[in-house]
C-alpha cells in the first residue's frame, strides 16, 4: 500500500484566506470524495498538491518521499482539470501510448468508448469526447495517485456511469481523489467523503452532515 499524505496546507490569495490548516490522506485502493461550494478552494488545493500550484504553507508527501518540486511528483501524481490539455493535433492513439504503460494501453484500445476515436485528433471532438479522453488518459495514466477535477462535467448519465466504472476499476492499484458538483456521483464511488468550507476541509460521515453545514439542504 501506498499513502499520499498532505498536511499544514494554507493558501490565500492577496488578502483573501481560501485554505487554511488542511489535512487529506489517500491510500492506494481507496476513492477519496472532495465536496465543496464553487470557489470554495477545492481546484487550488488539487494544485497544490500536484505542484502547480504553491502554498503559504505546505507539507506533502508519498510514503515516505516529500514532495517538494512539482518533478518529484513526475510518475507519482497524475491529474486532470477542468480545461481541456489535450493538444489539438495529436491522434487520441497516440495520446494513448504517451499516457500510458503497455497493459494499460491495450485495455484503453479495445474499449468501446475509445474505440471511434481511436484515429481522430481532438479537434475534431465535442467537449463531452474530449472529456472522456481526457479522463480515461489520466485514470489509466502509470501514476499512483489520481486527482479528478470535475471528470464528469459535461457527461451524459450513461457516460458518467461508464467513467465512475473505470474509476473504481483502477482504483484498485490507486489512490484516487475526485472533485465534482455532482455530488450524488461523488458519494456513489468514495470510500471517505470531505466537505471544503470557509477555508477549512472536514471528513464527512453521511449525509446528514452535509446538510448540518448547508451544502445540502435539510429536505434531503
Do not use: W
Amino acid at each position: 500500500m501506498n499513502r499520499l499524505h498532505v498536511d499544514s496546507i494554507s493558501k490565500s490569495f492577496g488578502d483573501k484566506k481560501i485554505l487554511q490548516d488542511i489535512y487529506l490522506s489517500c491510500d492506494t485502493g481507496k476513492i477519496v470524495g472532495l465536496l465543496g461550494r464553487n470557489g470554495a478552494g477545492k481546484s487550488t488545493l488539487l494544485k497544490m498538491i500536484f505542484g502547480t500550484v504553491k502554498g503559504d504553507s505546505q507539507f506533502i508527501r508519498i510514503n515516505d518521499k516529500v514532495l517538494q518540486h512539482q518533478m518529484d511528483r513526475k510518475g507519482k501524481i497524475a491529474y486532470l482539470p477542468q480545461y481541456s490539455f489535450i493538444p489539438k493535433g495529436v491522434k487520441i492513439k497516440n495520446l494513448i501510448y504517451l499516457f500510458c504503460n503497455k497493459e494499460n494501453t491495450e485495455k484503453l484500445l479495445q474499449l468501446s468508448i475509445i474505440k471511434p476515436f481511436i484515429n481522430e485528433y481532438s479537434r475534431n471532438l465535442s467537449g463531452g469526447e474530449k472529456k472522456i479522453i481526457e479522463a480515461l488518459l489520466i485514470i489509466y495514466s502509470d501514476a499512483k495517485f489520481i486527482l479528478l477535477d470535475e471528470p464528469f462535467n459535461a457527461l451524459s448519465p450513461k457516460m458518467t456511469q461508464e467513467i465512475q466504472k473505470h474509476i473504481q476499476e483502477q482504483s484498485k492499484e490507486k489512490g484516487i481523489i475526485i472533485s465534482d458538483h455532482r455530488y450524488q456521483e461523488v458519494l456513489g464511488i468514495s470510500d471517505d467523503i470531505y466537505l471544503l468550507s470557509n477555508t477549512y476541509l472536514k471528513q464527512i460521515k453521511d449525509l446528514k452532515e452535509l446538510q448540518q453545514y448547508n451544502y445540502l439542504p435539510k429536505s434531503i
